[in-house]
């Protein structure tokens, strides 16, 4: 029998044996893992690192939709997209903690998958699972994850640190996300109509890869650390890019310009918002979930980054007084609205 076709009760294995089967083959790899999953609590050493310590709490049918998601890349969104909190105060994860409240509907075989997305994040981002609580539920699954992670105290970068004239900076590109879930919404309108039609997916991978396994800029970390540059404040873009400006301005007590025409969007997203007959600008300015790095640099820091193609400057700080604004293509200024996004809408 395949994997996905068989459905073992996890009233079979019980808690205890669902825990055992789901964390019999980790194998702690940081120095700072002293002790891990199987006791009363688990064991870290970090000598003299400050850490930074960071929870996600995701519901079904509210943070995701098991209709057009796979478990195993839900298991590693969860962790990765809370390993982007970690890397946004410019620091190193190192450990995460997984609860999960299970309802009746899911198998053994479908937490292995959860958990196989798990070790995948895990892997790829050197962090050690180090414990959790597992329980059931009424209805759906619920996943609570909190990570840990070391910085020197010098190279913590905060919200709080912007001033006036720093560069306004982001990673990547945005919008990407929000035009993948929207694919998927609409394929998922399409299949629930009719089972049998086959959803319409080929030629967007990139913005679904962005919506269902995006990737935490840990190599955006790396490479400030190899550019010998320090932000002088920084966030992660989980609400869209306009509610993290606004963070970064109220945390710092400036304002900001922000260039509309400077906003990184790939062609997968201007063309899925096109055939969707959305504003590629609103996807980027309120779709969220691109987990990529907002940052303000002072602007000595330019010669370092300008040629650099993965940042692009977008704007500049500039005193509270002068607002937060969006300049349009045509050089007007409107003050910018963050809408923010509750991931399930
Ligand atoms: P307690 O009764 O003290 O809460 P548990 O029986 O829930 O202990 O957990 C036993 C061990 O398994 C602990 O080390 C705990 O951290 C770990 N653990 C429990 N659930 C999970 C999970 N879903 N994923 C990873 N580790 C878990
Ligand atoms: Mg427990």
């Known amino acids: 029998m395949s994997k996905e076709t068989k459905h073992t009760s996890i009233s079979t294995l019980g808690e205890f044996g669902l825990i055992d089967r789901l964390t019999k083959n980790i194998q702690l790899k940081n120095d700072s893992s002293v002790l891990g999953v199987g006791d009363d609590a688990a064991i870290l050493d970090y000598r003299n690192k400050q850490i930074v310590v960071t929870s996600d709490l995701l519901t079904e049918g509210?943070?995701?939709?098991?209709?057009?998601?796979?478990l195993k890349h839900l298991g590693y969104k969860s962790v990765a997209v809370n390993l982007s909190d970690i890397y946004a105060m410019n620091a190193t994860p190192k450990q995460i903690t997984i609860s999960i409240a299970i309802s009746s509907k899911f198998s053994v075989e479908a937490m292995d998958e959860l958990y196989e997305g798990i070790y995948l994040a895990c892997e790829r981002y050197g962090v050690d699972l180090v414990g959790g609580d597992t329980t059931s539920s009424l209805t759906g699954l619920t996943i609570s994850i909190t990570a840990i992670g070391e910085v020197e105290k010098d190279d913590i970068v905060k919200r709080s640190g912007a001033r006036a004239n720093d560069l306004l900076c982001v990673s990547g590109d945005l919008g990407?996300?929000?035009?993948?879930?929207?694919?998927?919404?609409?394929?998922?309108?399409?299949?629930?109509?009719?089972?049998?039609?086959?959803?319409?997916?080929?030629?967007?991978?990139?913005?679904?890869?962005?919506?269902?396994?995006?990737e935490p800029r840990a190599d955006i970390i790396a490479a400030f650390k190899k550019m010998g540059i320090k932000p002088s404040s920084m966030i992660d873009i989980s609400d869209g890019l306009s509610s993290e400006?606004?963070?970064?301005?109220?945390?710092?007590?400036?304002g900001c310009s922000l260039f509309e025409d400077k906003v990184p969007m790939d062609l997968?997203?201007?063309?899925?918002?096109?055939?969707?007959?959305?504003?590629?600008?609103?996807?980027?300015?309120?779709?969220?979930?691109?987990?990529?790095?907002?940052?303000?640099?002072?602007?000595?820091?330019?010669?370092?980054i300008?040629?650099?193609?993965?940042?692009?400057?977008?704007?500049?700080?500039?005193?509270?007084?002068?607002?937060?604004?969006?300049?349009?293509?045509?050089?007007?200024?409107?003050?910018?609205?963050?809408?923010?996004?509750?991931?399930?809408?």
């Open 245 to 254: 400006i606004m963070h970064l301005c109220k945390n710092s007590g400036v």
């Open 268 to 304: 997968q997203t201007k063309q899925m918002a096109e055939e969707l007959n959305i504003n590629p600008l609103v996807a980027a300015l309120n779709g969220g979930e691109d987990y990529e790095l907002l940052f303000t640099l002072p602007l000595d820091d330019y010669e370092k």
């Open 62 to 70: 509210i943070h995701f939709n098991l209709m057009y998601v796979p």
């Open 176 to 214: 990407g996300a929000y035009m993948g879930l929207q694919l998927l919404e609409r394929e998922n309108e399409v299949f629930k109509v009719n089972e049998n039609m086959k959803p319409q997916l080929s030629g967007y991978d990139y913005i679904l890869e962005r919506q269902l396994k995006p």
């Open 306 to 345: 300008k040629n650099d193609p993965d940042f692009t400057i977008i704007g500049h700080m500039t005193e509270a007084s002068e607002g937060i604004n969006l300049v349009t293509t045509v050089g007007s200024a409107i003050p910018l609205q963050a809408q923010g996004w509750n991931h399930g809408k």
